[in-house]
C-alpha cells in the first residue's frame, strides 16, 4: 500500500515551515535599520502576571515585565552561557564557590535618585532571603545563603554555607535583580502590585491595571546597560504597554489586524500566519529541564530498570514536534535543553526504537496480554503520570505518547490535576510519573530536583552515583571543571531511565512589520532594551 | 408595609450569612490548599520544605482551627474584610469591588440592550397581524439561548473588530470597548426576557377582561400596549432575578474573550488558583447583589398590581 497523500505532504510542509521559520526568526525583510528611538511597543500576554515584583514571581507573564525594571549583578551571555558584567564590571569567588566578591560600576542609580552601591546589593540580597518561599526562584538560589558584606562602598561579598556555583548564573536573572532600598519600606504585597517596584532598569513602572494592562516607561538618563547589549545609553521605545489578552485567537487577530504590536505565547497552529506577509516570529527554547516524564523509582512496574529503560525508547519524540507541537519546538535531545550551558547531546540514546524496547520488556519477563498491554505475574505494565494544565498543548502531547507507549504494550493513565494538587501529590510521594518542566539557564537545575538532598522526584536513594557528580558540578564556577560532572549527571539520568525527557518547551513571539529587536535574553524571558519601533 | 420591610430585610440578612457559611465549608474546608496553589503555581524546581510551608500557611491564618478561622473570618467580614488574596497579595474585597464598575457597566448596557432585544421580539411578534413575522420573531428567543456566548463574542470581534476594524477587540477603555461584549451578553439575556414577556402577552391576549376593554373602545395599540403590557411585565420582572444570574455567569466569558478586567475575570483566576479569600467575597458579594435586586422586585410588584399593593398593606 503507498501512502496516502497527506503523508506524503506532511514532510513537505513541515519543510516549507522549517525553512520560512529559519529565515523569520533572523533579521527579517522589514528589519531595516537605523534602530530610531521612540514610539510604544504595545504587547500581547497570556495571562495575568498577579504580582510584578521578580523577586517574588516565577511566571513568564510576570518575569517578562519584571527584567525590563531591574537590572542585576551580572547577564548571560544567550549564545553561550557566558556570565558578563552588567552592575558588577568584574567578579571573583573563592576555590569551594562558597564566597563571591562583586565590584560595582560607578555612576549607576535607582529610579528613586539613590545609588546603586554595596549596601543597597546587600539590602537587595537580605531582602530576598526575607521573603522565604514568597521568593519561589530566590529561595533556591539562596539556599545556602549565610550573609552579604560591604567591602567598601562599590565592593560587596556574598557568602554561602555551601558550595553554590549556581549562585554565579543565579546573580544574572532578574529573580536576584537589585530593588532600591526604598522597595524594602513596602510589603511584599505593595511591591507586588507595582508599589515600591523601584529598580535602577531601563524602563520604569507606571501603571498595573489586574487583567488589563500594564504600562512601563522609559528611564531618562539611563547609562549602565549589560555589556551583552547593541547599544548603550537610554532603551529606544518610550513606553511599553503590555496588554492581558487570555485568548489565542484574539491575540493572533489583533495583531493581523494591527491593533497591537507583538504577541507572546503563539499557538502552534497559529504560527504559520505570521510567517512572510510583513510579519515575523522570534523563537527561542527555554534553558534548564525539558518537558519529561520523570519515573518514581520506588512504585510498581517503574522500580524495574528494563521497563524505565523501554519508555526511553518508546517515545517518538519527533512524532510529537511534528503532530502536536510545531518546528519552532525541538525533540529532546537530553534532560536538558540545547540552550542550557554544558547540555550534552544524547540524541542516540533518545532514538525512537520501539524494537529496543520490546526486546528490554521480553527479556525482563513482560509478556503481551489479550488486549496488548503487557503484564508480569499479574502485575499490569502501567503507569499514571500527574500532570498541571500549565502549557496548552500538554494535554495533546500526552494523549500521544500513550498511543506510542501503547504500541510497546505500556499503559500511561493520564492524571490531570489543577496545581496546587500537583505540589501535594508531590510531598506526599504518590506519583508513578510527573509530567514538567523547568526553566533555569544553569545546569544545577538538575540538582534541585534529582538530588536527594534537594527535590529528589525521582525518590533515589542516598549516596547514588549521580548525587556525587551533581554535588561535584555544584563546588565550580570553572565551566571547564563542571563539564565532566553535569555531562555525566545527564548521562546517568537518560541511561538509568529517571526521566524520559520529550521535548524543548519554546518561546514563540510574532511580531508586527513595525517591531524590530524583540530579543530574549539566557533563560527565553524578553529582553526589550533593544527594541524599536519604525510605526508612527 | 414596615413589617414586610422588616422581613425582607431579615430574609436578606439570613441568605448572606449562609453565602457565607456555606463557602467557608466548602473552600476552607474541603481539600484544596492555596498557599500550595500558589508555590507550586510557578514550576521553579525549588524544593519546599514542610517548615517553609507551614510558615507560609500562618502567615494567611490557614492553620487555625476551623471554628477559630470561622468566627475570625465572620468578624473580619462583617466589617467587610474577606483577607488578603493569596495570589495578588492584595486585599479580596478591594480586588472585587475594583472588578466591579467594568462589569457592571457592560452588564448594564447588556440588560438595557436585553429589554430592548428581548422586549422588542415579544411586543412585535405578538402585535403583528402577519403570522409569518409572528412565527419568525417568535422563533428568535429559542435560536438566541442555543448560541454559545464564547462563540458569539469571537464571531463579533472577528467581523466588527478584525475585519471591518470599526470596535476594539480588547480592553476596557472609553465607551466603544463596551459595545461588543454588551451586545454579546444582550443577545442570550434578551432571549429569556422574550421568551418569558411573548408567552405572557399571549397568556393575557386570551383573558376575558381584553375583551370587555376592547367592548369599551380601546383600539388594538391602546389594548396592546396599555393594559396586556402592563400585567404581563409582572412574570417578566420576576425572571430580573434570573437574568442577574445570566449576566454574571455571562461576563466570565466575554470579559475572557474581550480581554477585560472585571468580576468575571478575577472570579474565574481565583477559581483556577483556589484563591479562596477572593472567591469568598465574589460568592458573598453575587449573594448581595441577588438579595439586593429581588428586593427590589417585589417593591415593585405593588407598583405594578393593585392586588399585591393590597397584601402588602395588610401584613
Known amino acids: 500500500m503507498s501512502p496516502s497523500l497527506p503523508a506524503k505532504i506532511l514532510p513537505l510542509a513541515a519543510a516549507a515551515a522549517l525553512l520560512a521559520s529559519g529565515c523569520s526568526s533572523g533579521a527579517t525583510a522589514t528589519d531595516a535599520g537605523p534602530p530610531r528611538p521612540g514610539g510604544t511597543l504595545t504587547i500581547a500576554v497570556g495571562s495575568n502576571p498577579d504580582c510584578l515584583d521578580p523577586q517574588q514571581t516565577g511566571t513568564n507573564a510576570a518575569l517578562n515585565v519584571g527584567r525590563q525594571l531591574v537590572d542585576s549583578l551580572t547577564d548571560q551571555d544567550p549564545a553561550n552561557g557566558e ?19 562583586f565590584h560595582l560600576r560607578p555612576g549607576a542609580t535607582f529610579a528613586d535618585g539613590t545609588p546603586v552601591d554595596a549596601a543597597a546589593v546587600k539590602t537587595s540580597f537580605d531582602g530576598v532571603k526575607a521573603l522565604g518561599a514568597k521568593a519561589l526562584l530566590g529561595l533556591g538560589y539562596l539556599a545556602a545563603y549565610r550573609g552579604a558584606t560591604v567591602v567598601d562602598p562599590l565592593t560587596v561579598r556574598i557568602d554561602f554555607t555551601a558550595p553554590s556555583a549556581q549562585f554565579l548564573q543565579a546573580s544574572s536573572t532578574m529573580s536576584l535583580g537589585i530593588l532600591a532600598p526604598a522597595a524594602y519600606g513596602k510589603t511584599p504585597e505593595q511591591r507586588c502590585q507595582g508599589d515600591g517596584l523601584i529598580g535602577s532598569g531601563p524602563f520604569v513602572f507606571d501603571s498595573f491595571k489586574q487583567n488589563a494592562d500594564i504600562v512601563i516607561t522609559k528611564r531618562k538618563g539611563y547609562a549602565w546597560g549589560s555589556s551583552l547589549w547593541r547599544h548603550q545609553g537610554e532603551a529606544y521605545l518610550d513606553r511599553i504597554d503590555y496588554k492581558i489578552v487570555p485568548e489565542p485567537g484574539v491575540r493572533t487577530g489583533s495583531l493581523l489586524s494591527g491593533q497591537i504590536g507583538a504577541t507572546t505565547e503563539v499557538q502552534p497552529v497559529d504560527e504559520t500566519q505570521f510567517q512572510g506577509n510583513g510579519f515575523s516570529e522570534q523563537t527561542r527554547p527555554n534553558p534548564g529541564i525539558v518537558f519529561n516524564l520523570h519515573a518514581n523509582v520506588t512504585r510498581g512496574a517503574l522500580t524495574d530498570d528494563n521497563v524505565r529503560q523501554a519508555l526511553v525508547k518508546g517515545v517518538n519524540r519527533q512524532e510529537v514536534v511534528d503532530t502536536v507541537l510545531s518546528p519552532n519546538y525541538k525533540p529532546a535531545t537530553s534532560i536538558l535543553a540545547s540552550t542550557t550551558p554544558l547540555h550534552a547531546d544524547l540524541s542516540a540514546q533518545l532514538a525512537y526504537d520501539p524494537a529496543g524496547a520490546a526486546r528490554l520488556l521480553d527479556a525482563a519477563g513482560w509478556v503481551p496480554g489479550a488486549d496488548g498491554i503487557r503484564a508480569r505475574n499479574g502485575q499490569r505494565l502501567t503507569a499514571k503520570v500527574v500532570y498541571a494544565l500549565v502549557f496548552n498543548q500538554s494535554q495533546s502531547v500526552l494523549e500521544l505518547i500513550q498511543q506510542q507507549l501503547r504500541r510497546i504494550g505500556f499503559d500511561l493513565v493520564l492524571e490531570p490535576h489543577p496545581n496546587a494538587e500537583v505540589l501535594q501529590i508531590q510531598q506526599v510521594n504518590s506519583y508513578d510519573l510527573l509530567w514538567y518542566n523547568v526553566t533555569r539557564a544553569d545546569p544545577d537545575i538538575l540538582r534541585n530536583n534529582f538530588s536527594t538532598k534537594a527535590g529528589n522526584r525521582s525518590r533515589l536513594l542516598p549516596g547514588n552515583p549521580l548525587d556525587a557528580v551533581l554535588d561535584a558540578q555544584a563546588a565550580t564556577v570553572d565551566p571547564a571543571a563542571r563539564k565532566q560532572p553535569v555531562t555525566e549527571a545527564q548521562r546517568l539520568i537518560v541511561a538509568n531511565g529517571y526521566a524520559i525527557p520529550v521535548f524543548e518547551l519554546t518561546q514563540v513571539v510574532a511580531l508586527g512589520p513595525d517591531v524590530h529587536a524583540v530579543n530574549f535574553e539566557a533563560s527565553s524571558r524578553l529582553q526589550l532594551f533593544d527594541t524599536w519601533t519604525s510605526g508612527s | 408595609m414596615r413589617r414586610y420591610l422588616l422581613r425582607r430585610a431579615g430574609q436578606a440578612v439570613l441568605v448572606l450569612w449562609a453565602a457565607f457559611t456555606v463557602s467557608f465549608v466548602i473552600l476552607y474546608l474541603l481539600p484544596g490548599d492555596a498557599v500550595l496553589a500558589k508555590l507550586g503555581g510557578a514550576d521553579t524546581g525549588t524544593a519546599l520544605t514542610a517548615e517553609q510551608v507551614a510558615r507560609a500557611q500562618a502567615e494567611y491564618g490557614l492553620d487555625d482551627p476551623w471554628p477559630v478561622q470561622y468566627g475570625k473570618r465572620l468578624l473580619a467580614a462583617l466589617h467587610g474584610d474577606f483577607g488578603k488574596s493569596i495570589t495578588t497579595g492584595d486585599s479580596a474585597t478591594h480586588m472585587v469591588l475594583t472588578a466591579l464598575p467594568p462589569t ?58 478584525f475585519q471591518l476594524r470599526v470596535l476594539p477587540a480588547l480592553g476596557n477603555h472609553g ?49 396592546h400596549f396599555g393594559h396586556v403590557l402592563r400585567n404581563a411585565a409582572i412574570p417578566a420582572l420576576t425572571m430580573l432575578g434570573v437574568v442577574a444570574g445570566q449576566l454574571l455567569a455571562g461576563s466570565v466569558v466575554t470579559e475572557t474573550v474581550f480581554s477585560r478586567d472585571g468580576v468575571g475575570r478575577v472570579t474565574t483566576a481565583a477559581v483556577n488558583a483556589q484563591d479562596v479569600p477572593v472567591v469568598q467575597a465574589v460568592i458573598v458579594l453575587a449573594a448581595f447583589c441577588f438579595v439586593v435586586i429581588n428586593l427590589a422586585v417585589d417593591l415593585l410588584y405593588p407598583l405594578l398590581d393593585p392586588r399585591v399593593r393590597r397584601e402588602v398593606a395588610h401584613v
Do not use: C, M
Request: glycine content about 10%; aromatic content about 8%; charged content about 15%.
Open chain 1, 83 to 101: 556570565i558578563k558584567p552588567w552592575l558588577a564590571e568584574r567578579w571573583e569567588s573563592n576555590a569551594d564557590s562558597t564566597s563571591f566578591t
Open chain 2, 104 to 161: 457592571l457597566a457592560v452588564a448594564g448596557l447588556g440588560l438595557v440592550l436585553a429589554i430592548l432585544f428581548g422586549g422588542g421580539a415579544a411586543l412585535a411578534g405578538t402585535y403583528t397581524r402577519h403570522r409569518w413575522l409572528g412565527t419568525l420573531l417568535q422563533s428568535l428567543p429559542p435560536l438566541g439561548i442555543s448560541l454559545p456566548v464564547f462563540w458569539v463574542g469571537l464571531v463579533l470581534i472577528q467581523i466588527f473588530s
Open chain 2, 175 to 223: 465607551p466603544e470597548s463596551l459595545i461588543l461584549p454588551a451586545i454579546t451578553l444582550a443577545l442570550p439575556t434578551g432571549a429569556i426576557i422574550g421568551q418569558v414577556l411573548a408567552k405572557s402577552l399571549r397568556t393575557q391576549l386570551a383573558e376575558p377582561y381584553v375583551e370587555i376593554v376592547r367592548a369599551r373602545g380601546a383600539g388594538r395599540a391602546r389594548v
